[in-house]
């Protein structure tokens, strides 16, 4: 972690939806448990709770919405053009998918090589894409969990960062199991942005290596 008063990374969170792992983030910043500042949040849906918590913390809260770039996926490059734009702007060094909806293209991926990550309900490469505990559950498997990765153009597979994992109950529904999967994310997604900030991550292939040393100062 970065010594009291020593500059912090900058971090642009995209969201869509409750920000529950955003609010997990800024309240991490807030406590100093996390060595970094929440600069901007950016929602492609207006009238989301994320954008709620951000404007609770003080935290600038913008509304991007793809439609108003054309019909998708064509305007997909336009629209993350804007979200580059918005993101240098405030100087953004990380871009954090909290809940974010869309896919990741070039455009944004190519603005911030390997400086974008995500949160996925499940443990990757297992059940990738929409409703991860539905199809961990329709499959039968005895533990799940939340996975944190670089986000590249495949869907859900770019290098795993960090991974937990929890017990799937018999009793368990979609819903039950989502809450105890959603205490995981608003643990390692915090924890994986601490590394990074703390430059103890290093990317070989596919294989992410975190370093047990202090980062050099």
Known sequence: ??????EKISLGVLVSGRGTNLQAILDGCEKGEIPAEVKVVISNRPGVKALERADAKGVPAKVVEPKDFG???QCK???EKKLVEILKSYGVDLVVLAGYDRLV????????PMKVINIHPALLPAFPG????????????KVSGATVFFVDLSVDGGPIILQDSCKVMED???ATLSDRILEIEHRILPEAITLIADNRLTVEGRRVRI????REK
């Open 71 to 73: 019909k998708w996926p």
């Open 77 to 79: 490059g336009p629209y």
């Open 1 to 6: 972690m970065k010594n009291e008063g020593e």
């Open 105 to 112: 293209g070039e455009t944004l991926l190519d603005a911030f």
């Open 130 to 141: 929409l409703n991860a505990q539905k199809q961990a559950l329709e499959y039968g498997v």
């Open 211 to 214: 370093l047990t040393q202090d």
């Open 172 to 174: 368990d529904t979609v």
